[in-house]
């Protein structure tokens, strides 16, 4: 290492990966693999899922992010050879060689094995996921008849989520209030019906007393239909079945969106490394993989130890644990220390329709048209790179745009 550049390699590219990657350019010589060319902001697909943000806002290509300083190859990392240390790409030929690996590949959509979940339902993950739901909906508006009966044009457009955590609640409010939207400008008799399926005994699990009351009252003002203590049993091309008090229902509907659960990226299952019950790479308050004293691994794909569990699997953590991992792997190539961090709860800020939100900040609850405006705000200070920051807020002026109604591109 001493003739040349130390080689640090970082397999990711959203929260953990790019952020780590932007906290160590410069430090050696980097390189930043991602199976997508962009970034994606996910705490606001919900917005663009509704028009009231553009992808390039939440979406940037890392081409406007990165500079020369960190290399960007395109591409899925297939293996990694922790001995050799060398990562194989799919379709690439050359194995990448790395001095220092961080790794940050994210999690997938957990279907828990669910008969045709797998099949059938939408996941809500990425760009692309909200683009194939935004066309669902639309294709469904666009098959019911200007004179249909109410009760014909609302089982035409009835849509499901699974799962009444943060997301499956933001994105029901917002579902909810586009359809409504598209009946009256379409002229349609009767309302669409969004129906949110938690098999817990209560919405947004885990979260606080009053930013549920606040969330419970959005959901009945957006008239999402709310079924807790329901499992999902099974789903097929034109709708699920749930299941309550050990009775079954089916129920007809244009599409069935999963935010039920994230599980351990199946690369991960592969990669020589500790994992906990999980399937989760153990790491040291270091963030260092347990035993590996050069590869790093940070977000939803590691075990972090010593945290407060609502943090798990969160953004707000995977953004702390960059800087933390940016600063260790600059004091390893300089053979200094290595450094640990208390992570913290930043806050909640949910979006509640297109014209709502919730933010929870230092234990105040505030809802409404402000907290929507403070929401932005907060967001637009968590996109990578102050000049991508400075565009967005200048475009946003802290308040996104009106949304785009269905059916308009
Ligand atoms: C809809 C939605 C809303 C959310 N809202 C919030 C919120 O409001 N607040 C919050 O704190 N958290 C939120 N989260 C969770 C948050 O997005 C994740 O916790 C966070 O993205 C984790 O960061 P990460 O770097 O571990 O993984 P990711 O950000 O998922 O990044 C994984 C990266 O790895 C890349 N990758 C995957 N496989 C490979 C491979 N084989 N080879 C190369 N690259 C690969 C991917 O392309 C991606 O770039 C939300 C998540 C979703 C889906």
Redesign the pocket.
């Known amino acids: 290492m001493a003739d040349r550049q130390a080689r640090v390699v970082v397999?990711?590219?959203?929260?953990?990966?790019?952020f780590t990657a932007l906290e160590v350019a410069g430090a050696a010589e980097v390189t930043m693999?991602?199976?997508?060319d962009h970034?994606?902001f996910?705490?606001m697909?919900?917005e663009y899922l509704s028009g009231e943000v553009e992808a390039w806002h939440i979406a940037p290509h890392y081409r406007e992010l990165l500079d020369e300083r960190v290399r960007f190859l395109h591409?899925?990392?297939?293996e990694i050879d922790f001995d050799a240390r060398e990562i194989s790409?799919a379709g690439r030929v050359r194995r990448v060689g790395y001095d220092v690996l961080v790794l940050?590949?994210?999690?997938v959509t957990n279907f828990w094995g669910v008969e045709g979940a797998e099949q059938f339902a939408l996941p809500?993950?990425k760009v692309r996921h909200a683009d194939d739901l935004r066309r669902r909906m639309t294709d469904a508006l666009d098959r019911i008849p200007p004179d249909a009966a109410p009760q014909d044009a609302r089982s035409a457009a009835t849509f499901a989520v699974v799962g009444a955590g943060?997301?499956g609640v933001?994105?029901s409010t917002k579902m909810a209030d586009l359809l409504r939207d598209a009946f009256q400008r379409r002229g349609l008799h009767g309302e669409p019906r969004v129906i949110v399926v938690e098999q817990g005994q209560q919405v947004v699990p885990g979260m606080d007393e009053e930013m549920r009351a606040v969330v419970e009252n959005a959901l009945h003002h957006a008239r999402v239909e709310v079924h807790t203590a329901t499992r999902v049993v099974r789903l097929t091309s034109d709708g699920f079945v749930f299941e309550h008090n050990g009775e079954q229902t089916d129920v007809r509907a244009a599409g069935v969106v999963w935010?039920a659960g994230v599980r351990v990226?199946p690369?991960v299952e592969r990669l020589a490394l500790e994992k906990d019950k999980r399937g989760l790479v153990v790491v040291e308050p270091t963030l260092q993989a347990q035993g590996r004293a050069g590869v790093f691994a940070?977000?939803?794909?590691a075990a972090a130890t010593d945290i407060v569990p609502t943090l798990a699997?969160?953004?707000?953590?995977?953004f702390q644990q960059s800087s933390l991992l940016g600063k260790n792997v600059r004091a390893l190539l300089a053979g200094e220390p290595l450094k640990t961090k208390k992570f913290v709860e930043l806050g909640?800020?949910?979006s509640l329709g297109t014209e709502d939100a919730a933010v929870l900040a230092g234990g105040q609850v505030v809802s409404g048209a402000l907290a929507r405006q403070a929401r932005y705000a907060l967001y637009t200070g968590r996109l990578p790179t102050w000049q991508h920051r400075l565009k967005v807020g200048a475009s946003w002026f802290f308040g996104g745009k009106a949304p785009r109604p269905l059916g308009l591109q």
């Open positions: 397999v990711g590219g959203g929260f953990g990966g790019l693999i991602s199976a997508e970034f994606t996910a705490p697909l919900y591409g899925a990392v297939s790409i940050a590949l994210g999690g809500f993950r943060a997301s933001e994105l935010t990226n690369l940070l977000g939803d794909m699997g969160t953004a707000q953590l995977a909640e800020a949910l």
